[in-house]
């Protein structure tokens, strides 16, 4: 599978920047240390409004081929615009000195290029690489620069987290009952309000375990290998019941966003606003869940399964039924209580997206602020993949706007990290258990509907 990188690449006029979007633009790059293939969309944009947030990285174009003044000043005007308007934001940018293959060999700059490339750095705090129309190896060095770290690889689990060690689950749970562990997911359970309850329970210094959702250990291997985004790594997976992870040291957004400044509640709005930019970057034909296309979480009727549906727009068609007969038991019901004229007529059918806003994007489903980890080291990490698969991207927002409790602090975010202005509340507001009417369990095993299902659906009376 192709992961695609954004960069947008800006600079003055005869600074090259043409020549090298189209050395990027589909240019391919694998991955040394796991295979991974990086697919890069490259293309030019305006210096004075380059939209960088809706980008991966920014380069920015320095022609070496000109006099050594003209290149201080254009240093000095990139450093400038970084420090003044860009400054959290600076690791997506990068300078790029063109036209190196093209300088007189007796230069200094040519000779001892390290010089000038820690040069740059220094005064713009941007990494810098020079490259030449012809120099393939240098552009392969900048695309590694610009490809993510492999931050989710993974590594072997330890000899105690073995199968002779650990056999089975009750093996496993019998671990959450040390003074050490209870301790923690008591203070873990205050969180959680008048459920008491602790999302995950601590059964080694740095391990959790948590019941088995039935796609979640596969979405966060899934999540792991594709993204990066950091995920906790899985391990025992000889267990059948049962979700064991690495624990982060560190804090739920749930326990600290109130106590961060407002501008650090802004920096980590932009770490999450980029990591559902990374998601939406996968997409499927199929709705549902990401292994099966199966739908079913917080969103939807939680205790059976719904779909697979062969396309988005068999899962519209649904969606909009389910909502209409939604609207109509309301209406009835307020006639049975109220008389026809409380009641009114018969409702309507509801506004749906328009089209183009159907398509499906790997989405986590259920942002919160249990669900981010800020991690003692300062990394946003995201848990509970439980309800992800591939939806329509509004439908990210509909999962984070569903905690109404949430501090206004929070919610003041959404629209910034989803990036969406698509309303679909009132929608919403009619799916639910309706949904069951059309779930089974154990989930189909093949697309919805089939014909004996169609003449047997129930609901119509």
């Keep these: 599978m192709l992961i695609d990188i954004r960069v947008a690449i800006t600079g003055p006029p005869e600074s090259g920047r043409t020549t090298l979007c189209e050395r990027l633009n589909d240019r391919i790059y694998t991955r040394s240390n796991d295979g991974r293939h990086f697919r890069f969309r490259a293309q030019e944009t305006n210096l004075e409004a380059p939209g960088h947030l809706n980008s991966d990285v920014v380069i920015l174009t320095v022609n070496l081929h000109t006099v050594l003044k003209e290149v201080k000043n254009l240093v000095a005007q990139y450093g400038k615009l970084v420090q003044d308007s860009y ?64 931050v989710n690889q993974d590594t072997p689990d330890p000899d105690d987290l073995s199968e002779s060690v650990i056999p089975d689950d009750n093996a496993a749970w019998e671990l959450t009952k040390t003074s050490d562990s209870i301790a923690f997911n008591k203070h873990l359970a205050s969180f959680t309000g008048a459920h008491n309850w602790a999302p995950v329970l601590k059964i080694a210094p740095n391990l959790v375990i948590k019941n088995l959702h039935h ?69 499927s034909d199929r709705p549902g869940s990401i292994e099966q296309g199966l739908v079913r979480g917080v969103l939807f009727y939680p205790h059976a399964w719904n779909g697979p549906f062969r396309d988005a727009e068999r899962f519209r068609n649904w969606i909009a039924h389910v909502a209409y007969m939604e609207c109509m038991y309301e209406h009835k019901e307020l006639r049975r209580l109220k008389g026809p004229e409380v009641a ?17 994007v790997l989405t986590h489903g259920d942002l919160s602020l249990s669900n981010t980890v800020l991690s003692d080291n300062g990394v946003l990490w995201i848990v509970d993949w439980a309800d992800s698969g591939f939806y329509p991207p509004w439908m990210e927002s509909r999962g984070m706007e569903r905690y109404t409790w949430a501090p206004e602090s929070w919610k003041r975010w959404f629209s910034f990290i989803v990036d969406t202005s698509v309303d679909t509340a009132n929608l919403w507001s009619h799916i639910g258990d309706t949904a069951s009417y059309y779930s089974t369990d154990p989930p189909r095993e093949d697309y919805w509907p089939d014909t004996e299902e169609i003449r047997n659906i129930s609901g119509w009376s």
């Design 87 to 150: 400054w959290e934001q600076r690791k997506m940018f990068r300078i790029v000195g063109t036209k190196h293959d093209k300088l007189d060999p007796e230069l200094k700059i040519f000779e001892y290029p390290g010089l000038y490339t820690t040069w740059f750095t220094m005064y713009t705090s941007l990494s810098c690489h020079f490259v030449g129309t012809h120099n393939e190896s240098a552009i392969e060095e900048m695309c590694a620069s610009i490809v993510p770290a492999n």
């Design 215 to 283: 796609f979640e250990r596969f979405n966060n291997i899934f999540i792991r290998a594709h993204t990066n985004i950091p995920v906790p790594q899985p391990r025992c997976l000889h267990l059948k019941k049962s979700l064991v992870t690495d624990l982060i040291p560190g804090k739920m957004l749930l326990e600290i966003w109130d106590s961060l400044s407002l501008f650090y509640q802004f920096r980590i709005a932009c770490t999450l606003r980029r990591y559902v930019s990374q998601l939406r970057r996968i997409t």
């Design 344 to 360: 009114g007529s018969p409702p309507s059918l509801l506004s749906l997206p328009p089209e183009h806003e159907w398509n499906l």
